[in-house]
């Protein structure tokens, strides 16, 4: 098992995120977050990331979102989002991205995942469902859900 670390906000940080692919907009919004970041000093960082040696192989961006605009659980609560979750190619197949999630669901609170398209049947391997009470919205931003035992969603 790796070790995964919560990324710091620097210029490496930056340099290492430039080996992942870029992917559109997505890609140039955590490119901006992150720089925006290292020049605020922001030490806050909603980045996670596992490394070989001195690379980094996979990363995420995590964050905690509150459950009040349109609520998907009954009672709404706050709960977790994957924003992004890339293992860079060479690295693929070790498990890394397995780790990723796993450390997500051990914080024992729903998640949200926000995946690109090719990435759906790995998350659905991973639990995740698509969110039952808006498919049209949801399929819309390829949003899955995962929630611990004892969560209920809205009807």
């Known amino acids: 098992m790796s070790e995964i670390k919560h990324l710091a906000i620097n210029y490496k940080t930056a340099e290492d995120f430039k080996k992942f692919g870029e992917y559109g907009t997505q890609e140039l919004q ?24 001195e690379n980094l192989a996979a990363r995420m961006c995590l ?20 924003w992004k979750l890339e293992v860079l190619e060479k690295y693929r197949g070790r498990g ?14 729903p998640i949200k995942a926000v995946s690109r398209q090719n990435a759906r049947s790995f998350f659905e391997d991973h639990g995740f469902e698509t969110l039952k009470y808006d498919i049209e919205r949801d399929l819309a931003d390829n949003a899955l859900i995962w ?5 209920s969603l809205k009807q």
């Open 63 to 82: 964050y905690r979102k509150q459950d009040d605009n349109h609520p998907i659980f009954d009672p709404p609560h706050d709960y977790l989002v994957i």
């Open 96 to 109: 890394f991205g397995s780790e990723l999630i796993n450390y997500v669901k051990e914080q024992n609170m």
């Open 147 to 151: 929630y611990p035992e004892g969560y």
């Open 30 to 53: 955590m490119m901006e977050e992150l720089e925006g970041n290292v020049i605020d000093a922001d030490t806050d960082s909603p980045f996670y990331g596992i490394y070989v040696g």
